[in-house]
């Protein structure tokens, strides 16, 4: 099955700063790569995705990159705010796309 | 767009006990999904449906776990008897199903503890 690595585990950047957060994926077949919030107590919630015929996508403060040779793609998340932190989640596909395997997510903490 | 409803939202119980989680989906949607999430960790597909028929079972612990989705609507996830380890957050979700459209949208949980 689908094997999804992510790191790291916990962030901590000054609020205004960048945050990265990387994920491996071993399944070439993988095309399309989202990434979950997951608010304290709450949903996760798809925050953006690519597909595999794209190297970026950029959604305001947010942006994910895509490697499909090195099967990796990073969530970019410039001038952090407070309300950033939360738990990151990817997710990689199988099946064709009609299941996720999610990585083991990434505690954000912005720091004021 | 009414989002995915779920409950009850929480419950304890002792081991060895029933109990058993409802998930309404948005509607429309074909694809519903039952995932179990573990305190620190990310969401663990336990079984995938498409409208009334199961999808992928494959890491849903069949001697106590049970699930179903009769009229490709609602879905019922059952656990019989459980066990400490089964303490977790259980998360549905739902997904349109048709064409080029990826986006799962999760309910809000229901948060299991058994003690």
């Known amino acids: 099955g689908e094997n999804v690595e992510q790191h790291p585990s916990t962030l901590s950047v000054q609020e205004g700063d960048s945050a990265v957060i990387k994920c491996t994926y071993s399944d070439s077949a993988s095309n399309y790569f989202p990434w979950y919030k997951q608010e304290l107590g709450k949903r996760p919630q798809l925050i953006i995705d690519i597909r595999s015929n794209v190297g970026e996508k950029k959604d305001q403060r947010i942006a994910v990159t895509l490697n499909k040779t090195a099967k990796h793609f990073s969530l970019h998340i410039t001038e952090t705010q407070p309300e950033d932190s939360a738990v990151y989640f990817c997710a990689s596909p199988t099946g064709g796309g009609n299941k996720l395997t999610f990585g083991t997510g990434t505690q954000l903490k912005v720091e004021l | 767009e009414a989002g995915v409803a779920q409950s009850p939202r929480y419950k304890i119980i002792e081991k060895r006990q029933s109990v058993a989680f409802w998930c309404n989906p948005i509607?429309?949607?074909?694809?519903l999904y039952w995932y179990q999430q573990i305190l620190g960790q990310g969401p663990k597909l336990l079984i995938q449906?498409?409208?009334?028929?199961?999808?992928?079972d494959s890491q849903l612990p069949k001697d106590r776990f049970s699930a179903e989705r009769l009229k490709g609507v609602d879905s019922t996830l059952k656990i019989q008897p459980a066990k400490l380890e089964d303490s977790a957050v259980y998360l549905c979700a739902s997904r349109y199903g048709q064409g080029s459209s990826y986006e799962q949208y999760f309910g809000p949980g229901t948060r299991l503890t058994v003690t």
């Open positions: 449906f498409q409208n009334n028929g199961v999808v992928d």
């Open positions: 509607s429309g949607h074909a694809t």
